[in-house]
């Protein structure tokens, strides 16, 4: 193997840490800003009223929900509640345990 294919293959994995280590500060951020500004209505259930969710609070909760780290939903009565929790495909897929 040369060096140069070497060389690049300790880029690209650190640029994959990076992207890793980039993408659990912003889910533990997201996470926080959902914990801090919304009312706990349950274990891991918050609701947003939507007149104080600016579009830094959507984000967070878009990044969440894209990664399957939430789920949201709006109700009729002017809030957004966004569960945490493990939604990704996989768990999905999973049978329950008893």
């Known amino acids: 193997m040369s060096t ?4 690049q293959q300790v880029r690209d994995r650190l640029r994959h ?5 980039a993408h659990r500060l912003a889910s533990t ?3 926080q800003v959902v914990r801090c500004d919304g009312e706990s209505t349950d274990t891991d259930c ?3 009223p939507h007149c ?4 830094h609070m959507l984000e967070c909760i878009s990044h969440l929900v894209w990664h399957g780290q ?9 809030y957004i509640v966004v569960q945490l929790g493990d939604f990704t495909l996989d768990s999905l ?3 329950p345990t008893a």
Not at 17 to 21: F, G, K, S, T, V
């Open 17 to 21: 840490l990076a992207d890793e280590r």
């Open 70 to 78: 939430a789920i949201s939903t709006d109700t009729d009565d002017g």
């Open 93 to 95: 897929a999973q049978e």
């Open 52 to 55: 104080q969710a600016d579009e």
């Open 46 to 48: 918050y609701r947003i």
């Open 4 to 7: 140069e294919t070497t060389r």
């Open 29 to 31: 951020y997201s996470e």
